[in-house]
């Protein structure tokens, strides 16, 4: 078996403004020369963007280019040193590594054996928990490396998983929206959409993975109208922002047909208690980043622009 090194878990999970010990474990099997052996600590929250740019050249041929923008927000950043010497820069390292090669260096020479090291991390309180979505992320990893002179540095690294905080859900309430007056129709609707007024009230406005929301719909219109269909799912909208450019991803949970209204004139309700189904990240929001999520309800209209209107919800993971 060749040289390894291996962090373990720790004994007890990462808990904000908490020191946890963690193990690392150098398993020698052959004898190894060693520079140092140092250990990085790191939570923060990333984001990324995609945006594009253009170029022309002298023959006035455009070329688009697309860029990835990626940026962190440090929460916690703890650098140890376990053996050795410190991180040297490249040039030093060169040189260290030349003076090796002669019989010199500064290193020190591990016997075949396990060496165990520990190093102490530390959250600070008020730490976001973790969090992956298409566009942003938050993690906290520990990261460990044997500086090897003339030869392959062992690497390790273990991510941790940091649970939300207890009690820092909103308050739970009803939410009511309707259409066109809280957001407009917009030009696409002006034109395309058939002249109706929607209403839907949610009985709960914070939800969990796996739960039901009971909700009601309401729909006027004063011409006849065919509607073939209702529609609800809950849709997510994930916003992030790196380097000055803005991004966004959809979530979307599979639609259930709540309803067949027909032909309708006058005021038409449907009552339907819709599955929560967490397609996507949780509610979250970070400095450069937020998810969030909506009931929504859609209007299948035949040959016309389908209505839908949609309700603010805080879902939570299970």
Not at 153 to 174: C, M, R, W, Y
Not at 191 to 210: S, Y
Not at 286 to 314: M, N, T
Request: hydrophobic letters at 35%; proline letters at 8%.
């Amino acid at each position: 078996m060749p040289n390894q090194l291996t962090i373990r878990p720790p004994a007890a999970p990462l808990e904000r403004g908490r020191t946890v010990a963690v193990p690392i474990v150098l398993s020698v099997e052959q004898a190894l020369k060693v520079r140092g052996i140092h250990a990085r600590f790191w939570g923060a929250e990333e984001t990324q963007a995609t945006y594009t740019t253009t170029s022309t050249d002298s023959k006035g041929h455009t070329t688009t280019h697309t860029h990835t923008a990626v940026e962190h927000v440090n929460i916690v950043e703890q650098q140890s040193v376990l053996a050795g010497n410190e991180p040297q820069g490249f040039f030093r390292s060169l040189g260290d590594a030349v003076a090796t090669l002669f019989g010199g260096g500064a290193h020190e020479v591990f016997a075949p054996g396990e060496y165990p090291f520990e190093i102490d991390v530390t959250v600070p309180g008020g730490a976001p928990p973790t969090h992956t979505g298409q566009k942003s992320r938050v993690f906290y990893e520990l990261s460990a490396r044997v500086d090897v002179p003339l030869g392959f540095d062992l690497k390790a690294s273990h991510a941790f998983e940091l649970a939300p905080v207890i009690g820092t859900e909103p308050e739970v309430q009803p939410v009511h929206v309707r259409y066109p007056d809280d957001s407009g129709r917009g030009l696409w609707d002006s034109l395309f959409a058939p002249d109706v007024r929607i209403e839907l009230a949610l009985a709960t406005d914070t939800a969990r993975h796996g739960e039901v929301i009971d909700g009601i719909v309401v729909i006027e219109s004063e011409k006849p109208l065919s509607v073939r269909a209702l529609i609800a799912r809950c849709t997510g909208v994930e916003r992030s922002r790196a380097h000055g450019h803005d991004d966004t991803a959809q979530y979307s949970s599979q639609p259930v047909d709540i309803g067949n209204p027909g032909l309708v004139q006058g005021r038409y309700s449907e009552r339907f208690s819709l599955p929560v189904e967490l397609a996507g990240p949780p509610t979250r929001q970070g400095k450069l980043f937020s998810i969030e999520w909506f009931v929504q309800v859609q209007l299948d209209v035949p040959w016309a622009k389908d209505p839908r209107i949609r309700a603010p919800v805080w879902l939570l993971e299970d």
